[in-house]
């Protein structure tokens, strides 16, 4: 047996000053003066739910998307620009706490964050062993219209080996691509983490995408979801069937965790006909054994036109900033 205590982190929003809010009129984009006060305290939220983490024994915590809630500022692309400085600035900060938490408790740490790597700004996902060593990255893959702004797509579905087993990674809006998870789920993942701020198409649609990821793929999904954006809270961990074995619920600030097994198999009773038909009661490897890569092709086929997102100062960036400030346009 391979039973190990997982577990994901619910952390909530700091309130941002009206004069570091890039949407208002008081603005004042101070570069020290936000890491200072409104980037770095709320990563000390993360850090202390990770330490809560350590002392309860998890053997592996993800945190939810972006701990420092830099993307607070991705949209501005105007001359007040400090999103590029924010993300270049913290993330070293970030890693190397994070490493000493992981180190200190002999915990594995997935952390989302804003990271840089040359011109290009990703969202990242960094795999830290027990020892506190970053053995493995992913690079979200699917960004959403707003993010775009200044934030580039990663280009590799990949999974990550650990000492309790391969994981794979799927960060926000990735959940909302079946195509991803049955990648990692052919590439042997046996858990998925879910950094995110975003839970489904709407609402409460949430939980049942989750859910049915997890029992297609036949492995586990645990997702850290934030306390304050698009159906605040319902962190969980969820099992190879779809059953949900733990919910952080609606509560700010917690740790969500689950003992799982590993080495439990996704199997059907001996007696059950399609086990006595194919001599296999394994769910996972019959599913995988019974697919029709041949006729999936369009699968593979060149995505349309993406849309047009404004990225750079003008017209086009003024209109919209007036707008969002006037309320037109909502998270």
């Known amino acids: 047996m391979r039973k190990i ?114 011109d290009f700004i990703y969202n990242t996902a960094s ?80 939980e049942a995408t989750l859910r049915t990821r997890a029992n297609d793929g036949s492995l586990y999904i645990v997702t850290a979801k934030d306390y304050r954006y698009n159906a605040a809270g319902k962190s969980s961990v969820i099992d190879p069937w779809g059953h949900v074995l733990a919910d952080a619920a609606y509560s700010p600030n917690v740790i969500v965790s689950a003992e799982i097994d590993l080495d439990a198999r996704k199997t059907q009773p001996d007696w059950y006909l399609q086990t006595e038909i194919t001599g296999c009661a394994d769910m996972r490897k019959r599913h995988a054994a019974e697919r029709r890569p041949e006729l999936y092709a369009t699968l593979g086929e060149a995505a349309p036109k993406k849309y047009d997102v404004i990225t750079s100062p003008g017209k086009a960036q003024a209109e919209f900033l007036e707008k969002f400030k006037q309320g037109i346009y909502r998270w």
Not at 14 to 39: C, F, G, K, M, S
Not at 150 to 165: C, L, P
């Open 5 to 118: 205590k997982v577990g994901a982190i619910q952390s909530a929003a700091l309130p941002i000053p009206d004069r570091y809010q890039w949407t208002n009129n008081a603005y004042a984009p101070d570069v020290d003066a936000i890491l200072e006060r409104v980037i770095i305290p709320q990563a000390e939220v993360t850090f202390g739910l990770l330490e809560q983490a350590g002392e309860a024994g998890l053997d592996v915590v993800t945190t939810s998307e972006d701990l420092s809630l830099a993307s607070a500022f991705v949209m501005d692309t105007s001359e007040n620009n400090i999103f590029p400085e924010i993300v270049r600035r913290g993330f070293p900060l970030w890693e190397e706490r994070i490493s000493r938490i992981a180190e200190r408790y002999g915990m594995n740490v997935v952390a989302c964050y804003f990271k840089p790597d040359g």
């Open 127 to 206: 795999v830290f062993n027990r020892k506190g060593k970053i053995i493995g990255e992913y690079r979200k893959t699917h960004i959403p219209c707003f993010e775009a702004f200044q934030v580039s797509e990663g280009d590799s579905i990949h999974t990550v080996d650990t000492d309790i087993g391969k994981i794979g990674i799927m960060i926000c809006y990735d959940m909302m691509f079946p195509s991803v998870s049955d990648v990692l789920s052919q590439l042997g993942a046996e858990i998925i983490f879910h950094p995110t701020f975003g839970y489904g198409w709407y609402d409460s649609i949430g």
